[in-house]
């Protein structure tokens, strides 16, 4: 896995045919993380030049996982979009919530 520095925590949606900033997640086919992930879903938080997303997994880790292609990989994809809502546990509200305006 690439380094990450300063770009894990700055949000920035850079290339429009990735998942965009807010996407839930899952593991997916190409998947070699271990257990990164705790086995649940996350949000994605960045996008990294290129090929690259930042996801915040709901466990409270972030990593950087590759989609699509960028020239040191071809077509590989360690994500997939899903619907799973983010459970909160003694918290007022976290990255992932599904949030509605009020009146």
């Not at 190409?30 to 994605?44: R, S, Y």
């Not at 915040?56 to 899903?82: I, N, P, T, V």
Request: hydrophobic residues 30%; glycine residues 10%.
């Amino acid at each position: 896995m690439r380094e990450l520095t300063e770009e894990l925590s700055s949000e920035n949606e850079r290339d429009p045919t990735m998942l965009p900033v807010g996407s839930r997640v899952r593991r997916g086919r190409d998947w070699e993380w271990g257990e990164q992930d705790d086995f649940g879903a996350g949000t994605v938080v960045n996008h990294l030049p290129p090929g690259w997303l930042v996801v915040q997994w709901d466990s409270g880790s972030k990593h950087g996982y590759r989609y699509g292609s960028a020239s040191d990989f071809k077509d590989k994809y360690d994500l997939e979009m899903c619907e799973d809502p983010r459970t909160l546990t003694n918290e007022p509200i976290a990255v992932g919530s599904l949030v509605k305006r009020g009146i």
